[in-house]
């Protein structure tokens, strides 16, 4: 059966990263690799078909291998994601050997295992997930790799450890200054940009070598879990202000200082604009 789980694993990481704008052979190998029902727990599974959750017909592995989501804690909307979004943001992102990353909002750990094998064995992986039950089986799940830690803590410390990318799995409504703080420079941030209750849109800013002005990207929509303790009422009635329009496509750059009549959306000390980065 695990042979055969191999060749359908196989298959189905070419679909995703095709689906995902292409080939990529890192991405692609790095989910041919990682045995989603490792991470999924004993079947049958509950996955999500037209909004919904349905639970598959028995516990064959080859349920898990669409572009759908898996649920960890159906109760609370709680996921392993969408593979052709997450291959998509990976190819944005582009974790390179020997790079450290700040997994916020694991889960159970499966894109934890993925970015695992993209950072290789002298990479490094932090996964922070805030909930006991669900950080224990990331813990359980990803034994095998040397490479990773699990943290059963909330990933919006504003101590955090340095690092190359910060790759969240949890929406927020503004760019949290611990994450922008720790990346070193050439550094990726990405994350879901999101207002409770909300679609939103998947936001990566890169720490500049030099300077204040930082490129930034958005694209979407997307559906995120709120991560606990990001929101608050005044930085969410600004950002559902923000998604009034398609303005947000336009975004190129996160600048400090007074916004410009370029600005998208505006937080403290800290502002999106729709005029280029010049890096």
């Known amino acids: 059966m695990r042979d055969d789980t191999s060749r359908i694993r196989a298959a189905f990481a070419r679909r995703i990263t095709k689906a995902a704008g292409g080939e990529n052979p890192r991405i692609e190998s790095a989910f041919a ?6 991470f999924a727990g004993p079947g049958p599974w ?3 078909e037209g909004g919904h959750y349905v639970q598959t017909p028995d516990d064959d592995p080859v349920h898990l291998y669409q572009d759908v989501l898996v649920a960890i ?18 190819g944005m992102i582009a974790p390179q050997a020997g790079e450290t990353v700040l997994h916020v909002g694991a889960g159970v750990g499966y894109y934890t295992a993925i970015l695992a094998h993209l950072v290789g064995p002298g990479g490094r992986v932090v996964a922070y997930e805030i909930d006991e039950a669900i950080a224990a089986r990331a813990r359980k799940n990803l034994a095998g790799f040397g490479n990773v830690v699990v943290e059963t803590r ?26 922008l703080d720790a990346l070193r420079p050439g550094g990726r941030l990405m994350f879901p940009l999101q207002a409770p209750g909300r679609g939103g ?9 030099s300077g204040d002005i930082w490129p930034a990207k958005m694209f979407g929509p997307v559906w995120f879990v709120q991560i606990e303790g990001a929101a608050n009422a005044a930085a969410t009635r600004r950002l559902e202000t923000a998604f009034g329009d398609d303005g947000w496509r336009d975004v190129q750059s996160l600048r400090t200082g007074a916004p410009d009549a370029t600005c998208w959306l505006a937080g403290e000390g800290w502002w999106l604009s729709r005029a280029a980065s010049g890096w």
Do not use: F, K
């Open 33 to 38: 690799q990682t045995p989603r029902e490792d």
């Open 46 to 48: 509950l996955i999500v």
């Open 73 to 90: 804690d159906a109760a609370r909307g709680i996921n392993i994601g969408e593979p052709a979004l997450h291959a998509a943001c990976l």
């Open 154 to 179: 909330s990933g919006l410390a504003r101590a955090l450890p340095g690092a190359d990318i910060v790759y969240v799995n949890a929406a927020a409504v503004e760019p949290h200054r611990g994450w």
């Open 201 to 209: 849109a998947m936001l990566m800013i890169t720490r500049p070598q």
